[in-house]
């Protein structure tokens, strides 16, 4: 609207696309259904599709679907224990951090995934807070003291305080003549 209450009248004005002729344009048809077609297939050389059946992993719970191939490999892998795909990368990782021993790796992931299934989903709150606390753990170690003098660079002619102001300041405040 304009300011006093009156319509804008505009020039511009909308107008439809002009419209495109379809002579120009050609339908095509696909020649591949009519190849698969012509092929005849060997039912033979075909290999049969076993079973899918569901597997639990005996870490973390989850069920995946899988081939008993599969699973077979898997148990071989894992010493005869069923993991899932998740858990299985989890423990290679365990198994670098460790130098490659596969027992150890295995134990200490199936001991992580039970206590996270007992306590960490029961009760989330304590798991942040243990969490907290060990990162607060971590960096109380690393920072031991910020202090130049600790760091060597009060030799390196940085400046360094010598002694504090306080007491100064607050013998001056209450009235203490050290004169």
Not at 34 to 52: H, M, P, R, Y
Not at 123 to 148: D, F, G, H, I
Request: aromatic share 6%; proline share 4%; net charge positive.
């Amino acid at each position: 609207m304009a300011p006093h209450g009156d319509t804008v009248k505009s020039s511009y004005a909308f107008n439809k696309p002009p419209r495109l002729s379809s002579s120009g344009l050609k339908r095509t048809v696909s020649e591949m259904p009519f190849e698969f077609t012509k092929d005849a297939i060997d039912i033979k050389s075909l290999t049969t599709i076993s079973e899918v059946v569901d597997a639990k992993c005996e870490c973390c719970g989850m069920v995946e679907e899988c081939t008993p191939e599969y699973m077979e490999k898997v148990h071989t892998r894992f010493l005869g224990k069923w993991i899932c795909g998740l858990c299985s990368e989890a423990v290679k990782v365990e198994m670098e951090k460790n130098g490659g021993n596969k027992e150890q790796a295995l134990s200490s992931h199936m001991n992580t995934c039970v206590r996270f299934n007992r306590r960490d989903r029961a009760y989330p709150v304590l798991c942040q807070a243990e969490a907290m606390r060990n990162m607060l753990k971590k960096t109380r170690l690393r920072a031991t003291s910020l202090s130049p003098r600790d760091h060597g660079l009060a030799k390196k002619g940085g400046i360094t305080r010598s002694s504090s102001c306080i007491p100064a300041i607050t013998k001056e405040i209450n009235g203490v003549n050290t004169d």
